[in-house]
Nanobody, 123 residues
Framework: QVQLVESGGGLVQSGGSLRLSCTAS????????MGWFRQAPGKEREFVAA????????YYEDSVRGRFTISRDKTENTVYLRMKTLESEDTAVYYC????????????????WGQGTQVTVSS
């Protein structure tokens, strides 16, 4: 059974930085895309960023491109999301997810999910 465990969320002031981590276990993950999504209160879950299994391919949602960086440690089955210049609009629960295959945006195409970690940006 696949398990994803996120960490690193918290409260940060506007303009600050955080790094989220997500470690996957339960099977091998070669060939998998790992992604980050977020959901703010009253809003739909939205794509943030994703990275291919070899780390060479990445894709970002427009509002975070240039501020967020996704990376992956294949040996540790861990994906990171480095977030800089955080804004109040980034406040949400952030979820890690995996899918076998290439990077796609729709959250419904990701099979396994973590429990989420809260990120709160104060203005």
């Amino acid at each position: 059974q696949v398990q994803l465990v996120e960490s690193g969320g918290g409260l940060v002031q506007s303009g600050g930085s955080l790094r989220l981590s997500c470690t996957a276990s339960g099977r091998t993950f070669s060939g998998d895309t790992m992604g980050w999504f977020r959901q703010a209160p009253g809003k739909e879950r939205e794509f943030v960023a994703a990275i291919g299994w070899n780390g060479g391919n990445t894709y970002y949602e427009d509002s975070v491109r240039g501020r967020f960086t996704i990376s992956r440690d294949k040996t540790e089955n861990t994906v990171y999301l480095r977030m800089k210049t955080l804004e109040s609009e980034d406040t949400a629960v952030y979820y890690c997810a995996v899918r076998y295959g290439s990077i796609v945006v729709p959250w419904s195409l990701y099979k396994s999910w973590g429990q989420g970690t809260q990120v709160t940006v104060s203005s």
